[in-house]
Structures are given as structure tokens and as C-alpha cells.
């Protein structure tokens, strides 16, 4: 009989030791069997920490951003320890804030087990929108000589300004203050004042006006309410006039002319003598001159009468024979400019037309030469680009000139208030008899009365030169 087998099915079990048995269904000793399983899987947990937030102010809200978290199904937003949000994504929009304000935020992950730790805090400063500044308020204007300073509230935003005279930019100070300087005594100046800033310009303010106005001088000094024709201005005491049209000839050859109470509208040349101009008002200058070779120039007594010399190169009055008594005189390069016998008393001479530009320099009075001259109790006031208010310049020799008991008002744009005649090496001339005497010094701004000081060139051992009792205003000697 052939061999037999029968098929009989295996049965594979996985890592399974069967021990060995004996008959009597004992275990045979030191063999085992052993099943392994799969670890189990460990426990859920809250989401780790949010990173890399950040907080963008707006207007009015503040816009939080932050990185994923990973296993987070949610976020808290917190401002401070307030809850104040559940966002699902990684950002949130804060909005209803104060503009100004700082506010501080965190923020959590959640997941179905929890809330994971807070972030770090962020701050932001919501800020409405930038836009042009508000109009200036609270603008002022004072007028002072030949100038107008203007003031205004500083404007929130504000990195400039822009000052106007009518409809004409005139300057962009970054400060909340301008002067405006060079302008002409008793004419009236409208100004407005916007800000600017990266945007651009904001509304202009509301207009301001001013009137500069020659500085008041104190005391019995000669100025606007003594000096001049009289026309009832508050302070004067002489009878007032009512001028009349001239009509007579602008060169005056007649000797023993006498003119009164007349508006003159043109430049005089006197070559008569003894001609009388009296309680009048000139538009142009007066000079004495030489009616032929070799002839004596004219002379002419001023009284209370004012004279607008105008703008040329040249004296608004002059040059010999000249005798001036409460004159307001002001205009052309120099108001008085004398050779040889002249005397100015009681008189404002101020306002030259300033030429600095053209390499002028001006004086309220002025000799380059000459002898005889009398400058007693007038007020002196020398602008623009000026040498002095006294100028005794030696071109030629100087001679014979008292100069007492006048008011050098400060002049800053002068060099010195006075010179005294001498020189550096750079003249001809030589002085002598030259006294100063009681007169009195504004100190200025600078506490010099100048740009430089009072005086210069002054030789006290000069033949017959004299300085006496000259002193500040506050009676200290210069």
C-alpha cells in the first residue's frame, strides 16, 4: 500500500512559544510562551504657546496677527487680562478704541482639552489719519520801527508755517513767531499765517494787521508831535497850519525869499541869500548852491517844516549856509549833510533811504570837511546800512563843530553812533575844535548803541578837541 499523507492546514501564530509537555500533561520545565503587543497612545494635551504676535495701530482699532499653533482649533485675544476674543484663524481686529491710547494685548491657543499659556504682550497706539494742520489761532501783531512781529499758537501736527503779507508768501519759520523787517514807518501790513506738514498746507488763519510806527522818544527830545510843520498832532504846542499849494519856482534866486505854510512838491536848489522856508512840508530835498563861478553859495533858514528828501544818493538837506531849526527831516542817502556852516537845532533827522544794497552808507548827519557847524539838542537816528548818526568824516580837515546836548538813539544798523573826526591813516583830513558835549546815548539792544560801540576816532589830544559829560541814558559816562 502506497504511502499516505494528509494534508493538514499550518497555523501560523505571530511570536507564540509553546512549552513542551508530558504526558501527564505537566510542563516539561523552562520553556514559556510569550504574545507582543502594540505601546498605547499618549494622552492629549493644550496647545503650546502663540508666537510672533504682532499689534498694528489704525484709526480707532488695532489689528493683532500671530503665528499658527500647531493642534490649536481656536485662539484667545486678551487687552490686558480681559477677554475680548475667540478667533478661529491667526488674527483679530480690535476696533471702537481711543485714538491716543496704548493698549496691551496676549493670546492664547484652545484646543478640545484646553487653553494653552499666554503670549508674550504687544502694545499699539491707535492714531487717526494723518491730515493737513488746523488753521493757526491766536495770532498777534506788534508793530514796532520799520518792523512787525507776529506771534501764534503753535498748531498740533504742525512741522512749518507759512507767513503771508496779503496774497505773498513772505517766509516758512519752523517756530511759532516771524519778524518782519525793512518795511516803511506809518504804512498799515495785513498778514495770515497757515502750518504745513508731510500732507501739506492747512487753512490760512484769519488776517491781522499793523502799522510800524519810528520809536517814541521820551522826555523833550525832538520827534513827530515838535519837530515838523504843525498840524495839531497830540503833545504839540504850536499853533497848527493849513498848508497851501506852492506855486512859486523850485530854484529859488531871489534874495530874501520867504516861503510859509506851503506843501512843496519839488527838490529846491537856493542859490539867493537870507531865503526863509517856514511851517511847511517839502517833497524832495533842499540844497544850497553856487548861483555862478566863483560865487558864494545861497543860505536858508528852515523852520517847523518837514522834508521827505526821497531815495537819491545824495542829502535830503544841505550843503553850506544851512540853518534848521525843528526840522523832521528823513530820506535820500544822508537827511543832513553839511560843508561849511551849519547849524541843526532842535530837530529829528531819522529814516535815511537805506541804499545798503547799492554799497550805500548812510548818516542822519554827516560832514567830509568843513568848519562852523552847530548840532545842538536834535534827536539822531541813522537806518539802514549806515556809517553813524553823527558822521564827521575826515576827507578834507574838520573844524570848529560843537556837537552837545543831542540823542544818539541806538542804531544797529550802524557801525558806531558817532565819529569823531579823526582817522586810521586812510584820510586827508585833520580835526580840530571838535566837542562833544552832553550829549546822551541809547545802549540798544546790544547795550552799544551800535554794531560796533557809541564812538570811534575821536582824539582827545587833537588841537582843541574836547569830550565832556557825554553819558549813557542811565546818566553812566560813554
Same mark, same amino acid.
Given at each position: 500500500?502506497?504511502?499516505?499523507?494528509?494534508?493538514?492546514?499550518?497555523?501560523?501564530?505571530?511570536?507564540?512559544?509553546?512549552?513542551?509537555?508530558?504526558?501527564?500533561?505537566?510542563?516539561?520545565?523552562?520553556?514559556?510562551? @510569550?504574545?507582543?503587543?502594540?505601546?498605547?497612545?499618549?494622552?492629549?494635551?493644550?496647545?503650546?504657546?502663540? +508666537?510672533?504676535?504682532?499689534?498694528?495701530?489704525?484709526?480707532?482699532?488695532?489689528?493683532?496677527?500671530?503665528?499658527?499653533?500647531?493642534?490649536?482649533?481656536?485662539?484667545?485675544?486678551?487687552?490686558?487680562?480681559?477677554?475680548?476674543?475667540?478667533?478661529?484663524?491667526?488674527?483679530?481686529?480690535?476696533?471702537?478704541?481711543?485714538?491716543?491710547?496704548?493698549?496691551?494685548?496676549?493670546?492664547?491657543?484652545?484646543?478640545?482639552?484646553? &487653553?494653552? *499659556?499666554?503670549?508674550?504682550?504687544?502694545? *499699539?497706539?491707535?492714531?487717526?489719519?494723518?491730515?493737513?494742520?488746523?488753521?493757526?489761532?491766536?495770532?498777534?501783531?506788534?508793530?514796532?520801527?520799520?518792523?512787525?512781529? !507776529?506771534?501764534?499758537?503753535?498748531?498740533?501736527?504742525?512741522?512749518?508755517?507759512?507767513?503771508?503779507?496779503?496774497?505773498?508768501?513772505?517766509?516758512?519759520?519752523?517756530?511759532?513767531?516771524?519778524?518782519?523787517?525793512?518795511?516803511?514807518?506809518?504804512?498799515?501790513?495785513?498778514?495770515?499765517?497757515?502750518?504745513?506738514?508731510?500732507?501739506?498746507?492747512?487753512?490760512?488763519?484769519?488776517?491781522?494787521?499793523?502799522?510800524?510806527?519810528?520809536?517814541?522818544?521820551?522826555?523833550?527830545?525832538?520827534?513827530?508831535?515838535?519837530?515838523?510843520?504843525?498840524?495839531?498832532?497830540?503833545?504839540?504846542?504850536?499853533?497848527?497850519?493849513?498848508?497851501?499849494?506852492?506855486?512859486?519856482?523850485?530854484?529859488?534866486?531871489?534874495?530874501?525869499?520867504?516861503?510859509?505854510?506851503?506843501?512843496?512838491?519839488?527838490?529846491?536848489?537856493?542859490?539867493?541869500?537870507?531865503?526863509?522856508?517856514?511851517?511847511?512840508?517839502?517833497?524832495?530835498?533842499? @540844497?544850497?548852491?553856487?548861483?555862478?563861478?566863483?560865487?558864494?553859495?545861497?543860505?536858508?533858514?528852515?523852520?517847523? +517844516?518837514?522834508?521827505?528828501?526821497?531815495?537819491?544818493?545824495?542829502?535830503?538837506?544841505?550843503? &553850506?549856509?544851512?540853518?534848521?531849526?525843528?526840522?523832521?527831516?528823513?530820506?535820500?542817502?544822508?537827511?543832513?549833510?553839511?560843508?561849511?556852516?551849519?547849524?541843526?537845532?532842535?530837530?529829528? !533827522?531819522?529814516?535815511?533811504?537805506?541804499?545798503?544794497?547799492?554799497?550805500?552808507?548812510?548818516?542822519?548827519?554827516?560832514?567830509?570837511?568843513?568848519?562852523?557847524? !552847530?548840532?545842538?539838542?536834535?534827536?539822531?537816528?541813522?537806518?539802514?546800512?549806515?556809517?553813524?548818526?553823527?558822521?564827521?568824516?575826515?576827507?578834507?580837515?574838520?573844524?570848529?563843530?560843537?556837537?552837545?546836548?543831542? !540823542?544818539?538813539?541806538?542804531?544797529?544798523?550802524?557801525?558806531?553812533? *558817532?565819529?569823531?573826526?579823526?582817522?586810521?591813516?586812510?584820510?586827508?583830513?585833520?580835526?580840530?575844535?571838535?566837542?562833544?558835549?552832553?550829549?546822551?546815548?541809547?545802549?540798544?539792544?546790544?547795550?552799544?548803541?551800535?554794531?560796533?560801540?557809541?564812538?570811534?576816532?575821536?582824539?582827545?589830544?587833537?588841537?582843541?578837541?574836547?569830550?565832556?559829560?557825554?553819558?549813557?541814558?542811565?546818566?553812566?559816562?560813554?
Amino acid at each position: 500500500m502506497g504511502a499516505f499523507r494528509s494534508a493538514i492546514p499550518i497555523i501560523l501564530l505571530a511570536s507564540l512559544t509553546l512549552s513542551g509537555c508530558n504526558s501527564g500533561g505537566s510542563s516539561s520545565g523552562g520553556e514559556t510562551s @510569550k504574545v507582543q503587543s502594540a505601546s498605547p497612545a499618549p494622552a492629549p494635551t493644550v496647545p503650546s504657546t502663540p +508666537t510672533g504676535l504682532t499689534a498694528t495701530a489704525g484709526n480707532a482699532q488695532v489689528a493683532l496677527s500671530w503665528n499658527a499653533v500647531s493642534g490649536a482649533t481656536g485662539y484667545k485675544v486678551y487687552r490686558d487680562t480681559t477677554l475680548i476674543g475667540s478667533p478661529t484663524s491667526t488674527s483679530f481686529t480690535y476696533t471702537g478704541l481711543a485714538n491716543g491710547t496704548t493698549y496691551t494685548y496676549r493670546v492664547s491657543a484652545t484646543n478640545a482639552v484646553g &487653553e494653552g *499659556a499666554k503670549s508674550s504682550a504687544t502694545t *499699539a497706539t491707535p492714531q487717526a489719519p494723518a491730515t493737513v494742520p488746523a488753521a493757526p489761532t491766536g495770532v498777534t501783531v506788534t508793530p514796532g520801527d520799520v518792523q512787525v512781529a !507776529l506771534s501764534w499758537n503753535t498748531v498740533s501736527s504742525a512741522t512749518n508755517y507759512k507767513v503771508y503779507r496779503n496774497t505773498t508768501l513772505i517766509a516758512s519759520p519752523t517756530s511759532n513767531s516771524f519778524t518782519h523787517t525793512g518795511l516803511t514807518n506809518g504804512t498799515t501790513y495785513t498778514y495770515q499765517i497757515s502750518a504745513t506738514n508731510s500732507i501739506g498746507e492747512g487753512a490760512k488763519s484769519a488776517s491781522v494787521s499793523a502799522t510800524p510806527q519810528a520809536p517814541v522818544v521820551s522826555g523833550s527830545w525832538p520827534a513827530v508831535y515838535n519837530t515838523g510843520y504843525p498840524h495839531g498832532l497830540p503833545g504839540d504846542t504850536r499853533t497848527p497850519v493849513t498848508l497851501t499849494a506852492y506855486t512859486g519856482p523850485c530854484d529859488i534866486r531871489t534874495d530874501n525869499t520867504v516861503i510859509d505854510g506851503k506843501l512843496i512838491n519839488c527838490s529846491m536848489l537856493i542859490y539867493a541869500q537870507n531865503v526863509i522856508i517856514r511851517n511847511s512840508k517839502v517833497n524832495g530835498f533842499i @540844497k544850497t548852491n553856487i548861483p555862478c563861478q566863483n560865487c558864494a553859495y545861497g543860505s536858508i533858514t528852515i523852520e517847523d +517844516t518837514e522834508i521827505d528828501g526821497g531815495s537819491d544818493h545824495s542829502e535830503a538837506l544841505g550843503v &553850506e549856509n544851512v540853518t534848521a531849526r525843528r526840522v523832521n527831516v528823513y530820506g535820500n542817502q544822508h537827511t543832513v549833510h553839511c560843508g561849511d556852516n551849519c547849524t541843526v537845532e532842535d530837530s529829528w !533827522l531819522h529814516d535815511q533811504y537805506d541804499g545798503a544794497a547799492m554799497g550805500w552808507h548812510q548818516n542822519a548827519f554827516i560832514t567830509n570837511g568843513g568848519t562852523n557847524h !552847530l548840532i545842538r539838542h536834535n534827536t539822531l537816528h541813522c537806518r539802514g546800512g549806515c556809517t553813524a548818526d553823527v558822521g564827521l568824516i575826515p576827507d578834507g580837515d574838520i573844524s570848529h563843530v560843537t556837537i552837545e546836548n543831542n !540823542l544818539f538813539m541806538a542804531s544797529p544798523d550802524s557801525s558806531y553812533c *558817532a565819529y569823531g573826526g579823526s582817522h586810521s591813516g586812510n584820510k586827508s583830513g585833520t580835526p580840530s575844535y571838535i566837542i562833544y558835549r552832553n550829549n546822551v546815548f541809547q545802549r540798544g539792544s546790544n547795550n552799544k548803541c551800535a554794531t560796533y560801540g557809541p564812538v570811534t576816532y575821536f582824539d582827545t589830544s587833537a588841537t582843541g578837541n574836547q569830550w565832556i559829560n557825554n553819558t549813557w541814558e542811565d546818566g553812566t559816562a560813554v
